[in-house]
């Protein structure tokens, strides 16, 4: 953990959050000395991820990953968009 933290502090890589691809959650380019996080598609995953542990409360883990990744599958770049910009719309900043 502490060498994460470390890593994080040191500046060395910028790390910017932007629209990568519907199936990458982050991507380095260190040529750049860069590391972009795929934020949209993580929050609308997380969350659908959660959506399933409630519709399916009987279902193991490894049920709902399968349902969550195909739910994640079917759902177009702009549902994708629309469901991450909703959630944040309702999350409360500490």
């Not at 500046?11 to 040529?31: C, M, Q």
């Not at 949209?40 to 542990?53: D, G, K, Q």
């Amino acid at each position: 953990m502490q060498e994460i933290l470390e890593f994080i502090n040191s500046g060395e890589y910028r790390i910017e959050a932007d629209w990568i691809s519907k199936n990458t959650f982050a991507h380095i380019v260190p040529l750049e000395n860069l590391i972009v996080l795929n934020i949209t598609l993580l929050v609308a995953e997380a969350f659908v991820h959660e959506y399933m542990h409630d519709k399916y409360p009987y279902l193991s883990e490894k049920a709902i990953i399968k349902k969550t990744t195909r739910m994640m599958n079917r759902m177009t770049v702009p549902q994708i968009h629309t469901v991450a910009q909703k959630v944040m719309d309702q999350i409360e900043l500490n």
